[in-house]
């Protein structure tokens, strides 16, 4: 069984969407979608230098539009199961048939600016921390004031929070970390912090036009899978100002019976994790078009 999945904010690099728009088609797409959100996405994703791109409202318009543009040059293919980590669920929804391409484009631009406008309340920020033992992690950085907003699994916690929380954690890090590793993001998010771009979102997704997943589709919430279209986008709703438990995530795929992954473009953070935690499971980060046939060829083993 096959697993598709998206990354999420970070994944995106300088020039990343530069090989892509040589397939036939790609640019017309992009261009297309950088009208109908008033959004240069061919600049931003061959020109735009890491700071640009590191802006909320630009890299997640942009991870979703490159997830989307490498998922249709793989072909007609049937995974039996997708998920996205963070704005990759918009992603995922997307290729589940939940919304349009259009619309997910259009949903994630008003999440990119509202979280952006959240962030820019008080200085705050991410950052990674390897190794040690969860159940102490969580309750260290809970003792700083610090979210443990991404539960990614492999031995990997983001905390999320101030950046004064974030300097004390830096010299004061849990018992059995081995490294905090900052993160080039623009703000704390899936945290209390993002709350005031909820509303901004639940007015958005109010006039979206929905349809259930045409395949099975696993949430960030707790892992679950959701079976109908009106629960995906309330979970993307709250999405933001809650906590992303990848690990569940792939537990679920663990008990769905996975055994390939292939993350879209741009792919690498998930199948690393997934290398650590899902022994077994064959996976391959597609990058660059250069990366197509090889997918395709693990799609025909495990589809």
């Known amino acids: 069984?096959?697993?598709?999945?998206?990354?999420?904010?970070?994944?995106?690099?300088?020039?990343?969407?530069?090989?892509?728009?040589?397939?036939?088609?790609?640019?017309?797409?992009?261009?297309?979608?950088?009208?109908?959100?008033?959004?240069?996405?061919?600049?931003?994703?061959?020109?735009?230098d890491a700071d640009q791109i590191r802006d909320t409202a630009v890299a997640q318009p942009l991870l979703v539009a490159a997830g989307l543009l490498s998922a249709a040059a793989l072909g007609d293919i049937a995974p039996g199961a997708v998920a996205g980590h963070s704005v990759g669920e918009i992603t995922a929804a997307a290729y589940a048939g939940v919304l349009s391409d259009d619309d997910a484009l259009r949903l994630v631009r008003r999440r990119g600016l509202a979280m952006a406008e959240a962030a820019a309340v008080t200085e705050t920020g991410m950052a990674a921390l390897l190794g040690g033992d969860p159940e102490v992690t969580t309750a260290h950085l809970e003792k700083l004031g610090l979210t443990p907003a991404n539960v990614n699994g492999a031995g990997q916690i983001v905390a999320a929070g101030t950046k004064e929380q974030l300097e004390a954690l830096e010299a004061d890090k849990p018992e059995g970390v081995r490294k905090v590793v900052a993160l080039k993001v623009a703000g704390a998010f899936h945290t209390h912090h993002m709350a005031p771009a909820v509303s901004q979102?639940?007015?958005?997704?109010?006039?979206?036009?929905?349809?259930?997943?045409?395949?099975?589709?696993?949430?960030?919430?707790?892992?679950?899978?959701?079976?109908?279209?009106?629960?995906?986008?309330?979970?993307?709703?709250?999405?933001?100002?809650?906590?992303?438990?990848?690990?569940?995530?792939?537990?679920?795929?663990?008990?769905?019976?996975?055994?390939?992954?292939?993350?879209?473009?741009?792919?690498?953070?998930?199948?690393g994790l997934a290398k650590r935690a899902l022994p077994g499971v064959k996976t391959l980060a597609v990058k660059t078009p250069d990366d197509l046939d090889a997918a395709r060829t693990l799609v025909a083993e495990h589809s």
């Open 1 to 48: 069984m096959l697993v598709l999945v998206a990354p999420g904010q970070g994944a995106q690099t300088p020039g990343f969407l530069t090989p892509w728009l040589d397939l036939p088609g790609a640019a017309d797409r992009l261009g297309a979608w950088s009208d109908a959100i008033g959004l240069d996405l061919a600049h931003y994703g061959t020109q735009g």
């Open 201 to 271: 979102l639940e007015e958005a997704a109010e006039g979206l036009r929905t349809a259930d997943p045409k395949t099975v589709y696993v949430s960030n919430r707790d892992g679950a899978t959701v079976a109908t279209g009106a629960e995906v986008i309330a979970r993307l709703v709250g999405q933001v100002a809650n906590p992303v438990r990848w690990d569940l995530c792939m537990e679920t795929f663990k008990e769905l019976g996975v055994t390939a992954l292939i993350e879209v473009c741009p792919g690498g953070t998930l199948t």
